[in-house]
């Protein structure tokens, strides 16, 4: 942009330049160029010559002003999508205000058979953060039985274990928070002024506000058919990057592309689980 005004800036005063010159030298141009002014003969053609140049600085006026509006169009657009971004902006942290809020109305309380197989486990319901953990290790506990009759499970018994101990017993708080994550990411993705490293950072804003029992518990959410195309968004924003590593965390490599574990800026296969992953209060209990 800046070249361009330049280069129309330039141009605009050598015309005006050379305008000036002949105003004021006319005569002496005349006399240099045709020897004597005065040889009707020779200043007649030599004036009609000018016709041409007439055409060219008219077909130079033309130009500056096509590009004066190319320039206004360029312009224009450069500050509507400016003023778009400011909107999407403004929309993209008010949603994450959204869900932050609604995080703190999660609820999850761990089912009876978990209660019984865990005696430390405490018989109550949990909140936000602790909502989230109290579900993973319930999806957990799920998969662990599942495992012990049978020596694989498939993506359609995955998706079964979480929708009958997770989401059907705390289908209102959990599965409005999730709706409220796929609809951020899934506005993020249908943006068409965003370019892809920017939906990039929006999506990672929105990994970065959930915890590593909750991307599990995600991944879990989005295999169901209630779910959509959650899977889809989990994806191509690459949401169980962070996700905690145990059980489930080996369940979900199995019906999951190795990239959808992994950062932007590494194809490394995920880290296995080390054992300083393991719970601080041996598993279960809060």
């Not at 909140?127 to 957990?140: D, I, L, N, S």
């Amino acid at each position: 942009m800046r070249k361009i005004i330049l280069t129309i800036s330039l141009a605009a005063i050598v015309v005006i330049g050379a305008w000036i010159y002949w105003a004021f030298h006319s005569v002496q141009i005349a006399h240099w160029a045709l020897n004597s002014i005065y040889i009707p003969e020779q200043a007649g053609p030599w004036g009609d010559s000018f016709g041409a140049y007439n055409a060219l600085f008219g077909a130079l006026g033309a130009t500056a002003v096509v590009g004066t509006l190319l320039l206004q169009g360029r312009a224009l657009r450069l500050q509507q999508e400016d003023q778009h971004r400011q909107r999407f902006e403004a929309n993209f942290f008010q949603l994450l205000g959204v869900i932050r809020e609604n995080r703190r109305d999660v609820r999850f309380a761990n089912s009876e058979k978990y209660l019984l197989a865990n005696p430390k486990a405490k018989d109550q319901v949990k909140r936000e953060h602790f909502a989230f953990r109290a579900a993973y290790r319930e999806m957990r506990y799920a998969i662990i039985g599942a495992l012990r009759q049978k020596q694989d499970i498939t993506v359609e018994e995955l998706a079964k274990l979480y929708a009958e101990n997770v989401h059907v017993r705390y289908e209102s708080t959990l599965g409005a928070y999730f709706r409220l994550v796929y609809e951020t990411l899934d506005r993020v993705e249908r943006d068409d002024r965003l370019t892809y490293e920017e939906k990039n950072e929006f999506g990672n804003l929105v990994r970065g506000q959930m915890t590593s029992f909750e991307v599990a518990i995600a991944g879990c959410n989005a295999l169901n058919d209630f779910a959509k195309d959650f899977k889809r968004l989990i994806i191509r924003f690459r949401l169980l990057k962070y996700a905690k590593k145990g059980e489930v965390y080996d369940e979900l490599l199995k019906h999951y592309p190795p990239e959808t574990f992994q950062g932007r800026e590494t194809n490394r296969a995920p880290d296995p689980e080390s054992v300083e992953d393991v719970d601080d209060d041996n598993g279960w209990d809060e």
